[in-house]
Structures are given as C-alpha cells and as structure tokens.
C-alpha cells in the first residue's frame, strides 16, 4: 500500500472518529501525515477547543469502538496538551492501562473505552514523547479480560499538534 493511500485512509478513519463525537461545527487546520488539526468553531460557552487527532492503526482484532488519540486544548480552561485516548474494547474495571512510547512506559487512568494522563504534569512528559517517537501503544485489558493494544503512527503528531496550538493561541 503506498504512502499517499494510507494517509487517506488515516484522514477517512479521523474524520470518522470525528463523527463520533457530538456534532459541531469544525474548522480544519490541516492533515500532517495521518493527524489532523482541528478547531470547534466559537460559540461554545467555554470558547473553542482545538486538537490533534488520528486513529489507530487497523486491526482485524474486534472493536467496541472506532479507536483515536487527541491532544486538546482548551485556552479559556487554563487546559494545553491534555491526552485522550479511545481506546478499541471496553476496559475490566480497574484494569492497568499502558502507554508505550520509545522505551517510555506510562500508567494511565481511564475507563469505559477511554484512557488518560493522571495529571498535567504526565500530559507534558506524552507530549514531549510523541515528538521525538515513531510510534506509541496502548494495552491494557478488555472487560472479559482479554489483552489487547492499539497502536498509532506518530509521523506528523508534533505538526498537528502545534497546528492546534496555533489555531486557539489567540482565544483568551
């Protein structure tokens, strides 16, 4: 599969993880590599967010959910760089949630199908990982308890995410 057909195939998976989420309007801010940046347009009561987002590689492996990774900004909440994850299968309860990236090793809080940093402080030390990654991965357990991981591609993360910076960098 060449290059240019997996970053379209990437740029549909996002924006299908986008349709995910409840409607609102959207501004684009570009597609670096398989991430996009976007920004919610103004108008919300806490004013825009902005993000990078990509979907996880595929897998043949079965999915609760369309899995994704954003870093959000949210200027009017004091909130930069702040890590989610959707994650592939519903969590066991109480269940260790890893994140990999390079030899980093990170514990993530979460449930449901979603993960975190614990704090923004572990949020600084992802992002800072990500830009000098080529790949990150989240395990954890599944609600029957079944091992599994998603994986994501981190070829044009830091792009989109000082994409997302700039695009809110003005909001007060």
């Known amino acids: 599969m060449s290059r240019t057909t997996q970053q379209i195939r990437y740029l549909g998976a996002a924006i299908l993880a986008l349709a995910a989420t409840p409607a609102l309007a959207r501004d684009s801010l570009g597609m670096f590599e398989s991430w996009g940046a976007f920004r919610d347009a103004p108008g919300q009561a806490d004013g825009p967010r902005c993000y990078a987002i990509a979907k996880a590689m595929p897998s043949q492996m079965h999915r609760d959910y369309r899995p994704y990774a954003d870093i959000a900004t949210w200027p009017r909440r004091q909130v930069r760089g702040q890590i ?52 990150m991965t989240v395990s954890a357990r599944d609600a029957v308890g079944r091992g599994f991981s998603n994986r994501w591609p981190l070829a044009g993360a830091a792009t989109a995410m000082d994409a997302a910076a700039i695009g809110c960098a003005g909001v007060r």
């Open 84 to 135: 989610h994850f959707r994650l592939s299968r519903r969590l066991a309860p109480g269940g260790k949630i890893v994140l990999s990236i390079g030899e980093q090793r990170f514990t993530l809080t979460g449930g449901g199908g979603d993960g975190w940093a614990a704090d923004r402080r572990m949020d600084a030390a992802i992002v800072a990982a990500m830009r000098s990654a080529q790949s």
